[in-house]
T-cell receptor
Framework: DAKTTQPPSMDCAEGRAANLPCNHS???????VYWYRQIHSQGPQYIIH???NNETNEMASLIITEDRKSSTLILPHATLRDTAVYYC??????????????FGKGTHLIIQP | DAGVTQSPTHLIKTRGQHVTLRCSPI?????VSWYQQVLGQGPQFIFQ???????GRGNFPDRFSARQFPNYSSELNVNALLLGDSALYLC?????????????FGSGTRLTVV
């Protein structure tokens, strides 16, 4: 997997947009960027993934820079339930998924009331 | 539709014992992966199975083994348990082996080795 770098923790006020950065400067041209989150004592939850274009779903938006060396996950209106550890992952494309996902330590996002 | 189910939810074992953890994937999913998560760390990949065959293995000793059954459910076995095996064991399923459509994780089995 491409190495990803995330800040260890971030705070965000409830109702504001939470912007979580991720650096993946060694990513290959055909490797996707995935975001998962893990709420305390639960399994990781898939949020969104993308290759080149910006993506949006009901949970979040993903902005990928043109050179693909970094991305930002945006939670548009953060709630207390969004407090979790957020993982940015870039799995090796040629592995066919057989390498599994490399999670790293992620960003602990704390939503403040 | 039921999500990924894992059993048991909690387990306490003694050093040297053997443990079997079970996972039922989402209906229609043919790929199951296992992860170990120790406190304070992200999940670490152990195995991936697709269509009942091992397709990938992480950096874990031979004490760890797994298998996938014809109904695509899976078991993770750990022999000669060590204190360091205490962790949350997570199972994830996906439609196909490549998992590019996103994995769905279960809530895990919390294993404590004493």
């Amino acid at each position: 997997d491409a190495k990803t770098t995330q800040p260890p923790s971030m705070d965000c006020a409830e109702g504001r947009a939470a912007n979580l950065p991720c650096n993946h400067s060694t990513i290959s041209g055909n490797e996707y960027v995935y975001w998962y989150r893990q709420i305390h004592s639960q399994g990781p939850q898939y949020i969104i993934h993308g290759l080149k274009n910006n993506e949006t779903n009901e949970m979040a938006s993903l902005i990928i820079t043109e050179d693909r060396k970094s991305s930002t996950l945006i939670l548009p209106h953060a709630t207390l339930r969004d407090t979790a550890v957020y993982y940015c992952i870039a799995p090796r494309a040629s592995g066919g998924g057989a390498d599994g996902l490399t999670f790293g330590k992620g960003t602990h996002l704390i939503i403040q009331p | 539709d039921a999500g990924v189910t894992q059993s048991p939810t909690h387990l306490i074992k003694t050093r040297g014992q053997h443990v079997t953890l079970r996972c039922s994937p989402i209906s229609g999913h043919k790929s199951v992966s296992w992860y170990q998560q120790v406190l304070g760390q992200g999940p670490q990949f152990i195995f991936q199975y697709y269509e009942k065959e091992e397709r990938g293995r992480g950096n874990f000793p031979d004490r760890f083994s797994a298998r996938q059954f014809p109904n695509y459910s899976s078991e993770l076995n750990v022999n000669a348990l060590l204190l360091g095996d205490s962790a949350l064991y997570l199972c994830a399923s996906s439609l196909a082996g490549v998992g590019l459509y996103g994995y769905t994780f279960g809530s895990g089995t919390r294993l404590t080795v004493v």
